[in-house]
């Protein structure tokens, strides 16, 4: 040998190194153990020369190292001592030829060390393994009975276990091959709860034989949760209530020999438990657990049909008859359990209408969450938060609810009744394929988890052989013990959010409570009860009705779901009749949008409040009907939120630049001012807006409508004159919209004033034109017909009002105050405040008007003259004729000129030197007067009271008429539902009317005493 040769030695090593190396990429944790596995004699007896065939076929397994090992000891045990080689010589053929069989046989062991011992134990059950097909329910009833039948109990227990073992290889073989595991699952499910069944028969023949008498009754053995539902764990309590008869029918309910026939009974139920549940040579099955009968464990552990029925009807709690919903005959006495499940089947589906039902089931949930140990939440696949009970519970709820009505709801499997729950339109299908999809990897990982040892777990593993194992078992890609993980967390992210929102909606428990006649809609029954409910036209109702719901479609399905709880909630308001009208509007118009009716379903009170809000207020539901899809709004209080002034001049500004003509542009404006209003009249219906949050939302509202109209006339102006227009131009708010404080059916008070730029090309007339053109066009597109109440832009509180010119430079402002202003001219200018336009203007435009508002010395005798005899010939002359100067909100006594009036004399007076009366609003104002002393506490309070109460009435009258309401309603009809705007109930209509009267009469003393010097 040279000396640049390899020695033997050597080269053994590098074809070693090079062949663990090898082994290493095919996947194998431990190489160099997997390759003397495959030197084993056992195995290369059997494989021969497609040794690489089977280093191939371990590869995708979750194990290979634990496939590997399981078969060399499988081999060393079929071979046993060697005498007969027939078993091993099959065994190899399968290995060799058989690749469908091997891979089926390779995959048990390589996910299951639990059922590799039990191969090595029985050796000759790899047949079933290799060679598995899916047996019928019937098939294995026969073939777990035959095992059992006339062997003594011991041997009968261990061949119960034997061979139950034998077809749980056949299950799993299928399962760990199947191409996709989580769409196989359903079947994988379905064939351990049926090979559960047939072992609870076989055990009912063991027990029958070992129990003296046991002739002499009927027994029958009723499945319940996911024995019962047929989708059953690799390893689970199996879950049954039992059902005993005397054989004969003669006996007497209550006689001796009754009472000796259920003695019996018990003895045959327990030995049934005993023969699935007791450890023998060959292990045990599982608990069979009766904990769900009647009193549970202080419970008789079996009864009567008609006992059972007697507890139910009387005693049972929420809980039990959820459990009975996957209730179903498993073992013994089909006939009996028969007779049981028509007894107490249709229990199940009334109890829903029990009183608190709903929340009987969530706070179950709510239970069952924390009794979860504190060290296992966040590992826990079944009861922890985004777990498999979320799934079942908001499943089970939703049957339990709607089932009642719909009978193709009572499915006791939680993935069937959660498509038909999606086909019947009670879960969007979006929801329902989120939840499908969880399910099915929740399970999918619980299955596995458990098969490795074949012990009863729930836990997610954390060791990472354990979870690439996992990983691997269902055909992740990438690195399994990663994505494993991430995809576990993602589902049960995705199962909590849905849970949340589906198991503690709000439609749940109205449609919980009402009767099975109200739930179905038939027309007799439809018609009925809107007359009961205060429909004043219910043939026109049931017109809409019908014209919602009719048809197969999902839609119609939705809406047969929603509307009878909605007839309940448009009752509530006052005029239900133009709700459902108004709702049936919109929903035609908005049906096939996918979110619509999604929204009202699934989302918090999105429903409730639709309602409530269409049948009390024709503003928002012209509103709405015009522009539908602002119902979106309504998905949360989030929703509600009114728009800052700052979103909503971009969103317009968004709008309007997307549009080619200024009219365009302005119609893009409206409707996002519509969508808008309609946002703050429902959040104001609803009670999540004060009034001082109201004036501001719809005072910015009109802020930003007329800052984007300005841009928009600016625009066009400039475009005509083909130049810059060489001056700025502000918009100041006057009245209510410079107080901040707008109705829904205020004007805009404005005044408008420009300044031209610094080295303007042009003359000051030329630029006095062409700010006049903006404003005469900003005025026709805020004008200009649109299908919304159109923004009144008033322009009358400039100088001179109407005579004067429409826009005026700020020179010309401060010349114009500076000689010629009257008394009421400066009183105006109290709530002027700039609200669009050119910034900078606008800052200098309240430095000019500063003082003239709050003038040094405060007002003059002669001056506080002028403003009394003005106040009353106003009163004089705007009060329509007829009008009761009681009862108009505005001009009348004690109302809200009365209350501005007042304050605004004050602050003449004092606004010099007291900083907090320079404000424009009204409120503030008043509190202001109150800390510097100048209104006493009581007074402060009655005009602040009287103030507020007019403003809220006015407010109310525009939202249930659609138009201004300028007096206290006198109208029976109009008095009940202003009444309940604003908070009174149902026939308290004159109740706010005197309210109204007595606090206005009180502020009217202090005006008299303030505003006009009377005292006493």
């Known amino acids: 040998m040279t000396s640049d040769q390899p020695s033997p030695r050597t080269a053994a090593s590098s074809r070693t190194v090079s062949a663990t190396g090898a082994l290493a990429r095919q996947g194998f944790h431990d190489p160099t153990r997997a390759q003397s596995l495959l030197d084993d004699p056992a195995l290369t007896g059997l494989v021969g020369d497609a040794r690489d065939d089977l280093v191939a076929a371990l590869r995708p397994t979750a194990d290979p190292d634990l496939a590997l090992l399981s078969l060399v000891r499988l081999a060393e045990s079929v071979a046993g001592d060697g005498r007969d080689p027939a078993p091993s010589q099959e065994l190899g053929r399968s290995l060799r030829e058989d690749p469908l069989g091997r891979d089926r046989l390779l995959h048990v062991l390589g996910a299951s060390s639990a059922l590799g011992d039990h191969l090595v134990s029985h050796p000759q059950d790899w047949r079933r393994a290799a060679g598995a097909s899916r047996h019928t329910a019937e098939e294995l009833v026969a073939v777990l009975t035959d095992a059992v039948r006339d062997l003594p109990t011991d041997r009968a227990h261990d061949a119960l276990r034997a061979t139950y073992r034998r077809e749980l290889l056949a299950i799993a073989a299928l399962d760990l091959t199947s191409d996709d595991p989580l769409m196989t699952l359903p079947d994988t499910a379905r064939s351990l709860a049926d090979l559960a069944a047939a072992a609870l028969e076989a055990a009912h023949v063991v027990a029958c034989a070992e129990t003296d008498g046991a002739q002499g009754v009927r027994l029958a053995v009723i499945g319940m949760g996911k024995c019962g539902g047929r989708e059953l764990n690799y ?97 013994g006495d089909a006939e009996l359990s028969a007779r049981y499940l028509e007894a107490v089947t249709p229990l199940v589906w009334e109890a829903s209408s029990r009183d608190h039902f709903v929340e009987d089931v969530q706070a179950m949930r709510r239970r069952v969450e924390q009794h979860v140990p504190a060290k296992e939440a966040d590992r826990q696949l079944k009861l922890g938060p985004g777990g498999l009970r979320d799934v079942e519970f908001s499943v089970q709820l939703l049957q339990l609810v709607h089932g009642r009505l719909d009978p193709s709801l009572r499915s006791g499997t939680t993935l069937e009744a959660l498509a038909t729950l999606a ?37 997610m593993p954390t060791a990472e052989a354990e979870l690439r194992r996992l990983g691997r078992s269902l055909h992740l890609d990438g690195d399994p013990a990663t994505v494993v993980v991430k995809e576990w967390q993602r589902r049960a992210h995705e199962v909590r959010r849905l849970h949340e929102r589906l198991f503690y909606r709000p439609l749940l428990s109205a449609v919980a409570r009402l009767s099975a006649s109200e739930g179905r809609l038939t027309p007799e029954a439809a018609g009925d009860r809107l007359a009961a409910l205060g429909f004043r036209d219910p043939r026109g109702a049931l017109r809409h009705l019908e014209a919602l719901t009719e048809g197969i479609s999902r839609r119609a399905a939705i809406q047969r779901t929603l509307l009878p709880v909605m007839l309940g909630w448009f009752a509530d308001g006052a005029d239900p009749d133009a709700g459902l009208l108004s709702f049936r509007k919109v929903s035609e118009e908005l049906g096939t949008t996918h979110w619509y009716l999604k929204m009202l379903r699934d989302e918090g009170s999105a429903a409730q409040r639709l309602a409530h809000v269409l049948s009390s207020s ?79 939302a719809l005072t910015a509202v009109t802020a930003a409508t007329l800052e984007i109209a300005l841009e928009t006339a600016v625009h066009k102006v400039e475009m005509e004159l083909r130049e810059p227009l060489g001056t700025r131009l502000l918009v100041v ?29 042009h003359d000051e007339v030329e630029l006095q034109r062409r700010a006049t053109a903006v404003v005469q066009e900003l005025r026709r597109l805020t004008a200009w017909g649109g299908p919304e109440p159109a923004v009144g832009v008033d322009a009358d509180l400039r100088p001179e009002g109407k005579n004067g010119p429409l826009v005026r430079s700020l020179e010309s402002y401060r010349t114009y105050y500076e000689r010629w202003a009257l008394t009421w001219e400066r009183q105006a200018l109290l709530r002027a405040r700039p609200v669009a336009g050119d910034a900078g203007l606008g800052e200098r435009f309240v430095a000019l008007v500063d003082p003239y508002r709050y003038p040094d010395g405060g007002l003059g005798a002669s001056q506080l003259r002028d403003i009394r005899r ?22 009348g006594t004690g109302g809200l000129s009365d209350v501005e009036w007042t304050i605004q004399v004050i602050q003449l007076q004092h606004g010099h030197d007291v900083a907090g009366l320079r404000t424009t609003g009204t409120l503030p104002a008043i509190e202001a007067a109150r800390a510097a002393g100048l209104l006493a506490d009581d007074e402060a309070n009655l005009l602040t009271e009287a103030w507020g109460s007019a403003s809220h009435l006015r407010n109310a009258g525009m939202l249930w008429r659609g138009r201004p309401v300028e007096s206290v309603s006198t109208d029976a009809r109009d008095a009940d539902g202003i009444a309940r705007i604003i908070g009174r109930g149902p026939g308290e209509g004159g109740l706010h009317v005197d309210t109204y009267l007595r606090i206005a009469r009180q502020a009217r003393v202090v005006v008299d005493r303030r505003f006009y010097g009377h005292e006493g």
């Open 423 to 459: 086909r019947g339109g009670y879960v969007g299908r979006d929801d329902a394929a989120v939840l499908d999809e969880a399910y099915r990897m929740l399970r999918s990982l619980e299955h596995r988890i458990q098969l490795y040892r074949l012990r009863r777990t729930h836990l």
């Open 235 to 331: 390893v689970s309590d199996v879950d049954v209530i039992f059902v005993c008869e005397p054989a004969d029918p003669a006996v007497e309910p209550g006689s001796p020999e009754e009472m000796a026939a259920m003695r019996v009974g018990t003895q045959v139920a327990g030995a049934l438990m005993r023969a699935c549940a007791a450890s023998t040579a060959e292990g045990s099955l599982w608990p069979v657990d009766a904990a769900l009968r009647p009193e549970g464990k202080n419970g008789p552990l079996v009864r009567t049909v008609a006992s059972h029925l007697h507890y139910y009807q009387r005693w049972a709690k929420t809980w039990e008859f959820q459990a009975l919903l996957k209730a179903r005959h498993v073992a």
């Open 870 to 891: 003005l106040k009353a010939r106003m009163e004089s002359e705007r009060l329509p004729r007829g009008a009761d100067r009681r009862t108009h909100l505005k001009l």
């Open 618 to 696: 024709r503003f928002a539901s012209e509103l709405l009907e015009r522009t539908p899809h602002a119902v979106a709004v309504l998905g949360d209080d989030v929703g509600l939120t009114p728009r800052s002034l700052e979103s909503l001049r971009s969103v317009m500004r968004s709008a309007a630049q997307r549009k080619d003509s200024s009219e365009d542009a302005m119609l893009a404006v409206r409707g996002v001012r519509r969508q808008e209003l309609f946002r703050v009249a429902v959040a104001d219906l609803v009670g999540l807006l004060p009034l001082d949050e109201v004036g501001r």
């Open 733 to 761: 708010g006057m009245g209510r919209l410079g107080g901040g404080e707008l109705g829904y059916a205020s004007d805009a008070d404005v005044m408008f004033v420009h300044e031209p730029e610094e080295g303007a090309a």
